[in-house]
């Protein structure tokens, strides 16, 4: 259980210490300075402690905001400040200076109304004093203090002003706010406008029955694994049952995030869940079309591939752009200005979100295609959605990337050495060659695209079995060690992980193909499947500054190169039926590897929670 600490005289009539037992806290008295040190020496150190002025006055969502939320091990609004265990010898250090500083004074002077008869702050209230002195410790983490908005929290000086101020809390409406606040500020025109107006109330509702937002996650997986189970039926009213349930699983995805900032329940486990769910529904959904088509006697697998593979290509475009430049100097572009100005026409935002097509448009078009047409038809408009897509938000990027004079960092660069997935056979070529490569500013995504070309067009014109295509991925190995040989610091860089992501995936999709053997596709859907959620893995980890996957875990499953080379010899060596078989065999290995390594890391390791605040593609 967390500990609040009250410091000052008691105030007549003050919902304060309700308010905290409300929000978990075992509520302690100080009167003073001297006495609110010694309490807070007496808190157990595996305890979440917060400082609160005895003269607070404000919402308890508020209050929530500031002493509740798990992301931060320091916060703090007007009047109250909070630490988690990990933060506890800053606070203390900080507690210590200020006692020190006033002699152990009551915590008591009252201060004039402040400019315009607005209510004045306690000059001396002592958690701002603290706070004041863990933003000067050179050495403490950073104090987070949350956006508030049209919430109140202030420490009133007097009785006219603590009047003041509780008028202000009556005029805004608590819990219309929180609810307000529990969707996100940034989502999709369906999103926005088809789900989050009743979704926020089921969120409420869970929050109020105690269930978790794990357990909402959990749930939307379960529903939408069962929408895949009734698209595989192949009869109308599987499709429209599966439809409807993929509806009914996006609202319960909408959900779980919105019940994490309504009760502030975030944890390192639940991002992961969040994020790598939503890629395991709708890919899994893919393949209950596909399997629901071949009992219909149409093979649609290719297309469900295909689909798979342009998402997660542009998962990585997105992924690679913002990591390369979230954090660039002189960040300047004539492109950028522009979006900028489109988005303060009103009408253009939503159109620009819609025709990325967003999670939430997207599922919304699939569900609707499923119940009323036909999969091959379904796959054919998410296709060319994507493409267009991918197409729109490609080019103004590259645009951006272009006309930006920027200088990215290293932690860039090296997010990006991370992304590209490099094995040992491409890192061993660029090791010898980055000593004495040239620089130049376009030559990584060049090199990049040139061994991609090749082995894409090797492997198209080649038969199935045909010793060239293992040519083909030779190159492709000696070119994307080129690409990495240098620090990836360019302005076209972020371009490289994405260009090999195609580049692999779409190998194993073409090779499949080629093997005119039943069984043959579905096993690389599986492949593909396996590697992309490495990939995502990978992208979440760096976003939540944890670090890249280990080098053993890369270098065991063979970096992006050393999978497409394996690709190629198999398909060589062996029979179209064996290929299959090997390509099973491998899914299941790298799923198995990727996995338990990364359930072991997110569960167990104690990594940063990562949320997303957007919407991704």
Known sequence: MSTAIVTGQPVPGSTLENDLGSLGFDVRVAADAAEAEALLAAVPADRRVALVDARFVGHPHALRLGLTDPRFPLAAVPGAVTAQPAARQQLTRAMARETSADGATPVEDPAPL??????????????????????????????????????????????????????????????????????????????????????????????????????????????????????????????????????????????????????????????????????????????????????????????????????????????????????????TSPTAALSDKLDSVGWTVWVRRMIVLPIGERWAMIAVLTAVTTPRITFYVLLAGCAFAATYTTAGRVLRSLTRKAERTDRAARALADLTDTGPLAATGAERLGRRSARHAFAAPLWAAVGAVVLLIDVSLRSFGNWQTVVGALVYVATSGRAVARSLKGPLDWLVPPVFRAAEYCTVLILAARAEVNGALPAAFGLVAAVAYHHYDTVYRIRGDAGAPPAWLVRAIGGHEGRTLLVTVLAVVLTAAQFTVALTVLAVAVALVVLVESIRFWVSAGAPAVHDEGEPA
């Open 114 to 331: 402040g400019p315009g008869g607005a209510p004045a702050l306690a000059v001396d209230s002592l958690p701002d004093r603290v706070v004041a002195a863990l933003d000067a410790d050179a050495d403490g983490g950073a104090v987070h203090r949350p956006e508030l908005g049209s919430l109140v929290a202030a420490v009133p000086a007097d009785p006219q002003a603590r009047n003041e101020v509780r008028q202000a809390v009556a005029a805004v409406d608590d819990e219309a706010v929180r609810l307000k606040s529990a969707v996100k500020s940034r989502d999709g025109f369906f999103t926005t406008f088809f789900i989050s107006p009743y979704s926020r109330y089921i969120a409420r509702w869970c929050a109020r029955r105690g269930l978790t937002p794990n357990q909402v996650t959990t749930a939307s997986l379960l529903t939408a694994l069962i929408a895949a189970g009734c698209a595989a039926t192949g009869t109308r009213g599987g499709f429209v049952a599966a439809g409807v349930l993929l509806i009914a699983s996006f609202v319960l995805d909408c959900t779980d995030g919105q019940l994490a900032r309504y009760a502030l329940k975030y944890s390192t486990l639940g991002a992961w869940l969040d994020a790598t769910f939503d890629r395991a529904k709708e890919y899994a959904y893919y393949a209950g079309l596909a399997l629901g088509a071949a009992r219909g006697g149409d093979d649609v697998w290719a297309l469900a591939l295909g689909a798979m593979i342009l998402q997660t290509c542009r998962h990585v475009v997105d992924f690679s752009f913002n990591e390369a430049n979230h954090d660039a100097t002189a960040n």
